[in-house]
């Protein structure tokens, strides 16, 4: 269990995040929404210790945040963040394994590699196993990060925007790997996401931000309304239902 309670953040005089409290529950996927500057990364960075809070608490499976030890931290939550370049010259089996030091150091085992070898599969990455990271299109790269993610094998992970740089199908069967995280190995998986269908088709609940304060939080059918969307988002929106989720129009 995942609780915030009272979280502040400001720069100079601006306060880009604004007495956020939230209780984000265990073994589901929770999709962050919102317009550009919401808040929304820097959320996930204060939930994750990327980004130092100005005030307020972060509780993660009842002990405060900062008790953490990092390494212990690192093997029960991941991120991926938007800021994702190395200037190491790096294969993507090499950046993937990465993703078992905080369990296994520099000195893998056949199950670590076992672990980095699934990983890049379920990201359909097998081909590029050997190819350098910087020889890659933007979403090859973006997924060879998801999947370093993935190899770190924590019940929390936390994804900003995995979807940028995805064309429809890798974005589709990005969310559906996400919902098989949640489903199938009970992980915890909190989701920054611009797109609010990939949203409603693959999340639990929804929590949408505007200004640095939560405008909308709940169960996807409870957040997916015109009402709520247009206060968020300030575009008008019509709601469809395709396999009994929500499906936003927006014009
Ligand atoms: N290091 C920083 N110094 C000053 N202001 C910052 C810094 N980082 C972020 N901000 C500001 O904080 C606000 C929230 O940024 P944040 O990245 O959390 O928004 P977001 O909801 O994730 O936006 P986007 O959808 O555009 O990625 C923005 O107004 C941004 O300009």
Redesign the pocket.
Same mark, same amino acid.
């Given at each position: 269990m995942l609780t915030i309670r009272n979280l502040r953040k400001t720069?100079e005089d =601006?306060t880009?995040v604004d007495d956020v409290s939230l209780d984000l529950p265990h073994g589901k996927v929770i999709s962050m929404i919102?317009?550009?500057? =919401?808040?929304?990364?820097?959320?996930l960075g204060m939930i994750s210790r990327l980004v130092a809070k100005s005030s307020g608490a972060v509780e993660f499976q009842g002990k405060d945040l900062e008790k953490w030890e990092s390494r212990e931290l690192a093997k029960h939550l991941a991120i991926l963040t938007?800021a994702n370049n190395v200037q190491m010259k790096l294969t993507v089996r090499e950046l993937v394994a990465f993703g078992r030091f905080p369990h296994s150091g520099s000195n893998l085992s056949q199950k670590d590699w076992e672990i980095v070898d699934r990983s890049i599969s379920y990201m359909e990455l097998e081909d590029f196993a050997e190819r350098f990271i910087d020889e890659m299109s933007g979403g090859q790269r973006q997924r060879a990060f998801i999947a370093m993610v993935l190899a770190q094998d924590t019940e929390y992970v936390l994804l900003d925007?995995p979807t940028n740089n995805l064309d429809i199908y890798h974005a589709t069967q990005m969310m559906k790997l996400v919902r098989r995280l949640c489903d199938e190995l009970g992980k915890t998986v909190i989701l920054?996401l611009?797109e609010i269908n990939l949203a409603a088709f693959y999340s639990d609940y929804i929590c949408a931000?505007k200004n640095?304060k939560i405008a909308a939080w709940g169960t996807v059918n409870e957040v997916m309304t015109p009402e709520q969307l247009k206060l968020i988002y300030g575009v008008d929106f019509q709601i469809h239902e395709i396999d009994g989720r929500p499906l936003a129009i927006f014009h």
């Open positions: 720069y =601006a880009v919102g317009p550009n500057g =919401a808040g929304k990364s820097t959320v938007q925007e920054v611009h931000f640095g």
